[in-house]
C-alpha cells in the first residue's frame, strides 16, 4: 500500500467510523435481536435462538394491517408527489415575476412543525359536536354529505393520511426539482425553438432526460421516507394507531418497545428487519429500473 493510499484511508477513517458506530453495529445488534426467541427485556435473557419471532411478526394481525397502510401510503403519495412537484416546478420556471417569493411559500410546509400542521389538518377534517369540519362545508355546499375524515370510515382517514403526507414532502421535490430545471442547458431549447419543436416533445425529449436523475433521486428517497412514516399518522390520529386502523409499520416497532404492548425488543427487531428487507428490495427495483431510463 502507497503512501497516497493510505492517506486516502487516513481521510475516510472518521466517516467509516461514523457508520460502523451508528449504522452497521445498531443492524448486526437489531438482527442478533430478532433472532432471540423468548427474550425478557428485564433479566437480558432468552431460552433458544431461531426464527419464531419473525414467524408471530409475520401472523400479527396488527402488523398485517400496518404492511397494509404503509404500501397503501407509498404507492399513493410518491408517484402523486413527484408528478405534482414536477407541475409546479415547470410553472415556477416558467414565470419570472415573483418566482422567489412562490417558491418561498411552497416550501413552508416543509419548514413547519409536523405535528402543528397535521392540528391544522384535524381542524380542516375533524366533525365536532359543534361543526363538520371545514372539508365538509365545501362538500356540502356542493350536495354532498359529511364524512368523518378523522375518525370515520378507514378509506376516509387514509385519503387524510395520504393527502397530509403529499403535502409535507412535496415542498422539498418542488425545491430539487426547480433547482434541477434551472441546471438544464438552455442551448437545447434554442435549438429545439429553431426547428419549431412542439412543447411536449420539447418536455419529453429534453426536459425529462436532463432531470431524469434528480427525478429518480426523489423516487428513491421518497419510497424510503414513506416507508419510515410514522409522525405524520401520529398528528392526525393520536397515539392508539392501532385502535383507530391506520398503525404504520415502524409505528409497530415504536409499539413493541414503547407502546402499550411494549416490552418486546425481539418482536420490534423482527419487524424492524423485515422492514428493512421491503426497503432494500425496492430500492434494488428502482436501480435496475434507472440503468434503461436515467440519462446521466
Same mark, same amino acid.
Given at each position: 500500500?502507497?503512501?497516497?493510499?493510505?492517506?486516502?484511508?487516513?481521510?475516510?477513517?472518521?466517516?467509516?467510523?461514523?457508520?460502523?458506530?451508528?449504522?452497521?453495529?445498531?443492524?448486526?445488534?437489531?438482527?442478533?435481536?430478532?433472532?432471540?426467541?423468548?427474550?425478557?427485556?428485564?433479566?437480558?435473557?432468552?431460552?433458544?435462538?431461531?426464527?419464531?419471532?419473525?414467524?408471530? &411478526?409475520?401472523? =400479527?394481525? *396488527?402488523?398485517?394491517?400496518? +404492511?397494509?397502510? @404503509?404500501?397503501? /401510503?407509498?404507492?399513493? #403519495?410518491?408517484?402523486?408527489?413527484?408528478?405534482?412537484?414536477?407541475?409546479?416546478?415547470?410553472?415556477?420556471?416558467?414565470?419570472?415575476?415573483?418566482?422567489?417569493?412562490?417558491?418561498?411559500?411552497?416550501?413552508?410546509?416543509?419548514?413547519?412543525?409536523?405535528?402543528?400542521?397535521?392540528?391544522?389538518?384535524?381542524?380542516?377534517?375533524?366533525?365536532?359536536?359543534?361543526?363538520?369540519?371545514?372539508?365538509?362545508?365545501?362538500?356540502?355546499?356542493?350536495?354532498?354529505?359529511?364524512?368523518?375524515?378523522?375518525?370515520?370510515?378507514?378509506?376516509?382517514?387514509?385519503?387524510?393520511?395520504?393527502?397530509?403526507?403529499?403535502?409535507?414532502?412535496?415542498?422539498?421535490?418542488?425545491?430539487?426539482?426547480?433547482?434541477?430545471?434551472?441546471? &438544464?442547458?438552455? =442551448?437545447? *431549447?434554442?435549438?429545439?425553438? +429553431?426547428?419549431? @419543436?412542439?412543447? /411536449?416533445?420539447?418536455? #419529453?425529449?429534453?426536459?425529462?432526460?436532463?432531470?431524469?436523475?434528480?427525478?429518480?433521486?426523489?423516487?428513491?428517497?421518497?419510497?424510503?421516507?414513506?416507508?419510515?412514516?410514522?409522525?405524520?399518522?401520529?398528528?392526525?390520529?393520536?397515539?392508539?394507531?392501532?385502535?383507530?386502523?391506520?398503525?404504520?409499520?415502524?409505528?409497530?416497532?415504536?409499539?413493541?418497545?414503547?407502546?402499550?404492548?411494549?416490552?418486546?425488543?425481539?418482536?420490534?427487531?423482527?419487524?424492524?428487519?423485515?422492514?428493512?428487507?421491503?426497503?432494500?428490495?425496492?430500492?434494488?427495483?428502482?436501480?435496475?429500473?434507472?440503468?434503461?431510463?436515467?440519462?446521466?
Amino acid at each position: 500500500m502507497n503512501s497516497n493510499n493510505k492517506k486516502a484511508w487516513l481521510y475516510l477513517l472518521p466517516a467509516l467510523l461514523f457508520l460502523i458506530a451508528f449504522l452497521v453495529y445498531p443492524l448486526i445488534d437489531v438482527l442478533i435481536y430478532s433472532m432471540e426467541e423468548g427474550f425478557n427485556f428485564a433479566s437480558q435473557t432468552y431460552f433458544g435462538v431461531g426464527g419464531y419471532n419473525f414467524s408471530y &411478526v409475520l401472523h =400479527d394481525p *396488527y402488523f398485517l394491517q400496518a +404492511v397494509r397502510n @404503509t404500501f397503501i /401510503l407509498v404507492f399513493i #403519495t410518491v408517484p402523486v408527489s413527484t408528478v405534482l412537484a414536477l407541475l409546479i416546478s415547470l410553472g415556477l420556471s416558467s414565470i419570472k415575476a415573483l418566482r422567489d417569493l412562490y417558491q418561498t411559500i411552497y416550501f413552508l410546509p416543509y419548514v413547519t412543525n409536523t405535528l402543528a400542521v397535521g392540528l391544522v389538518f384535524m381542524i380542516l377534517f375533524q366533525k365536532t359536536e359543534y361543526t363538520d369540519g371545514l372539508v365538509n362545508m365545501v362538500i356540502n355546499l356542493f350536495g354532498g354529505n359529511s364524512v368523518d375524515f378523522i375518525d370515520g370510515p378507514y378509506w376516509a382517514k387514509m385519503f387524510v393520511l395520504c393527502f397530509y403526507t403529499v403535502w409535507v414532502v412535496m415542498p422539498f421535490k418542488i425545491l430539487v426539482l426547480t433547482s434541477a430545471l434551472a441546471s &438544464v442547458n438552455q =442551448d437545447y *431549447y434554442k435549438a429545439a425553438r +429553431v426547428d419549431g @419543436t412542439p412543447k /411536449l416533445r420539447v418536455f #419529453t425529449k429534453i426536459t425529462l432526460p436532463m432531470i431524469s436523475p434528480m427525478i429518480f433521486y426523489l423516487v428513491i428517497t421518497g419510497f424510503i421516507g414513506a416507508f419510515k412514516a410514522y409522525s405524520d399518522a401520529v398528528a392526525l390520529f393520536g397515539t392508539d394507531l392501532n385502535a383507530a386502523g391506520m398503525n404504520t409499520i415502524v409505528g409497530y416497532v415504536y409499539d413493541m418497545l414503547y407502546g402499550d404492548s411494549g416490552g418486546y425488543p425481539s418482536y420490534a427487531s423482527a419487524a424492524a428487519i423485515i422492514l428493512f428487507a421491503i426497503v432494500l428490495t425496492i430500492t434494488c427495483i428502482n436501480l435496475l429500473v434507472s440503468r434503461k431510463k436515467v440519462q446521466y
